[in-house]
């Protein structure tokens, strides 16, 4: 449970009893001001409202506050198109970056479902963006939806390029899944030469 007023996160067992407890007041990771609600996503990860300071924290269950082996975005409940900047603990998002609910209209991307994150709301402009992560990643799911055109997807290591492609998509093929895996990279950088584009990103595979 959420200890709004305490500014923590209580655990107890099923039948009520105190086990653990974790956080304090304040702006950092770890800590709260003003947490409303909580949620466990299927990896047991938990995700912390944290309205004070407008961010959603994620912790293992023993209140780690390093980023778990994976983040799917499932059983946050924000509302769509909610602006993201940094409320992931270990990911820090920048340009335009949004929360994206399942929509039932989505393409069936193999690797991007359920909850996701976009950089795409309609009648909008779309803008580059990037991702820097405080722990190394092994692997990222993404998926583009655009007017045909390229897209350059570069994953870095402390600043330096491990991996650059340059993904050819068209408007709605469901063929268009994208990713990396099997690199070590604590850097996203997205980039586009046409209109219309819809990037998706799920399932960040954390590594040490
Ligand atoms: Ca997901």
């Given amino acids: 449970m959420v200890a709004t007023l305490n500014n923590r996160v209580e655990k107890f067992n099923s039948n009520g009893e105190y086990i653990s407890q974790f956080g304090t007041q304040g702006s950092g990771n770890g800590q709260f001001y003003n947490p409303l609600s909580i949620a466990l996503d299927s990896s ?13 924290q994620v912790f293992s269950q023993n209140g780690l506050n390093q980023p778990q082996q994976t983040i799917d975005f499932e059983n946050i409940n924000l509302p769509l198109y909610t602006s993201l900047t940094n409320q992931y603990a270990g990911v820090n998002f920048s340009g335009a970056t949004f929360f994206d609910p399942t929509s039932p209209n989505a393409p069936p991307f193999p690797n991007v479902t359920g909850n996701r994150i976009s950089n795409f709301i309609p009648e909008q402009s779309v803008r580059d963006f990037s991702m820097s992560f405080t722990s190394n990643l092994s692997a990222i799911g993404f998926s583009l939806i655009s007017q045909p055109g390229d897209t350059t997807i ?3 290591l402390d600043g330096k390029i491990v991996e650059s492609q340059i993904f050819h998509t068209d408007l709605t093929s469901s063929g268009n899944f994208l990713g990396f895996q099997g690199l070590k990279f604590n850097q996203v ?12 990103l799920d399932n960040l595979q954390f590594t040490n």
Avoid: H, W
């Fill in 44 to 56: 047991n990860n938990i995700y912390v409202v944290d309205a004070g300071n407008d961010r959603v």
């Fill in 189 to 200: 950088q997205i980039s586009k030469n046409s209109y219309d584009r819809a990037f998706q």
């Fill in 154 to 156: 570069k994953a870095l």
